[in-house]
């Protein structure tokens, strides 16, 4: 019994010891570490899952959301992580560092709203997209802040809930993802003083949208970009499989409706509650489609 707890406990030291990197176990030298070799190449199929052909006449019944993750939620965390990338490896950034990355190189676009009508120009990224003119309580003059990742506090996304007759279930289909922040520029609220009776500026906590990316072409970027996974190191999460499952909490706030599709907010005033209400009303709308479905 003693020499079988020695073994357990010495190979618990072993895995706890051992860094979660990329053919950390078949390297010979310190920078073979992170590559994958020929052999590992030719056995991974290092794709995202891809989407399977859904024809127009298969959906039966659509609506498209617009729901916002919140990261100050615990579930969310792994969106937001790590903020600071110092004290951790190469290959561990946050959605927001992994955006910015495939936009700076090119490979996927970013537009200014949720329609995808026109891309912004490669000239216009650098001061629309990631920087933000901040201007000073006290005045004087904008100064120009590059965004980071602890500078985004939740995350809008666009997707479509349908029917799919030909399987008989309800699905869902992301379609956009846009990173939101505070507009420290131009959300400036000024409020009294009570005891002095002057105006002071108070930074506004309204949260804006930065951009919106197509999501079908940001899916092999984000396949690539791997989460920590704190139950298993040697097994990280990519954000394409965490966002495609919904492993996420977010509440709907805008459903296309007939009214230029409003916000839930421009419908229902001044009353979170009740507009979290109208977005759990919309969300058993959609649950409840699936059993109406089958109702003969």
Not at 246 to 265: C, G, L, M
Not at 282 to 290: A, D, G, L, Q, T
Request: hydrophobic residues 40%; proline residues 5%.
């Amino acid at each position: 019994m003693f020499k079988k707890c020695t073994l357990l406990f010495s190979a618990i030291l072993l895995t706890s010891s051992i860094n979660a990197q990329i053919n950390i176990l078949n390297a010979k030298e310190v920078d073979e570490i992170g590559q994958i070799g020929n052999d590992q190449m030719a056995k991974n199929i290092d794709v995202p899952i891809p989407y399977g052909y859904i024809a127009d006449r298969d959906v039966l019944w659509s609506k498209v959301v617009w729901e916002v993750i919140d990261l100050n939620q615990k579930i969310n965390l792994p969106y937001y992580f790590p903020t600071d990338t110092t004290n951790v490896s190469h290959n561990r950034r946050s959605l927001w560092d992994n955006l910015v990355t495939g936009l700076k190189g090119g490979v996927f676009e970013a537009y200014p709203d949720s329609f995808f009508s026109s891309a912004y120009p490669e000239k216009e990224l650098e001061d629309k997209v990631f920087t933000y003119y901040y201007t000073p309580p006290s005045g004087g003059d904008k100064e120009k802040i590059e965004i980071a990742s602890k500078d985004i506090f939740a995350y809008k996304i666009k997707g479509m809930w349908y029917f799919d007759k030909r399987q008989g279930e309800l699905k869902y289909r992301l379609l956009g993802l846009s990173p939101m922040t505070k507009d420290n520029a131009s959300n400036m609220s000024i409020a009294i003083d009570q005891s002095t009776g002057k105006p002071v500026a108070e930074e506004s906590d309204v949260l804006f949208p930065l951009f919106w990316v197509f999501y079908p072409a940001v899916r092999q970027v984000l396949h690539n970009a791997k989460v920590f996974n704190p139950k298993n190191s040697m097994q990280p999460i990519s954000f394409d499989h965490l966002l495609n499952a919904r492993r996420f909490s977010a509440v709907i706030v805008k459903e296309e409706n007939i009214y230029d599709n409003r916000k839930i907010e421009d419908y229902v005033r001044g009353n979170s509650l009740f507009q979290l209400l109208e977005a759990d009303r919309i969300k058993e709308s959609i649950r409840n489609r699936e059993m109406d479905m089958w109702s003969y």
